[in-house]
């Protein structure tokens, strides 16, 4: 069956970096899209980022330039690079994989991704 499991989250300070990794197993990683999603209390979630087959990628304007989503098909494994983090980007970050293409107009939309890993919190503070 399709796992998705995140690491990397923690406590960081404002302008401070974090790296996210996300392992997946139960598919073959390497032909489908793969996403970052974050939620905070009492938010709807968000998409931040996502990266196709093709390894064309997308961002949520709020992190445009701060934040790198990458992919190793090799390891089977996404990544998000956070870089000048600041208190808003605090929340659970969520990994999740689909069957979507991403160009320049894609909007990171969580109906597009079926499969989901468990989060991990990231506090910026």
């Known amino acids: 069956h399709v796992q998705l499991v995140e690491s990397g989250g923690g406590l960081v300070r404002p302008g401070g970096s974090l790296k996210l990794s996300c392992v997946a197993s139960?598919?073959?990683?390497?032909?489908?899209?793969g996403a970052w999603f974050r939620q905070t209390p009492g938010k709807e979630r968000e998409g931040v980022a996502a990266i196709d087959e093709k390894g064309r990628t997308n961002y949520a304007a709020a992190v445009q330039g701060r934040f790198s989503i990458s992919r190793d098909n090799a390891k089977s494994t996404l990544y998000l690079q956070m870089n000048n983090l600041r208190p808003e980007d605090s929340g659970v970050y969520y990994c999740?994989?689909?069957?979507?293409?991403?160009?320049?107009?894609?909007?990171?939309?969580?109906?597009?991704?079926?499969?989901w890993g468990q989060g991990t919190q990231v506090t910026v503070s």
């Open positions: 999740a994989a689909g069957d979507v293409e991403v160009d320049t107009d894609y909007d990171v939309a969580e109906s597009d991704f079926g499969y």
């Open positions: 139960g598919y073959t990683f390497s032909w489908y899209s």
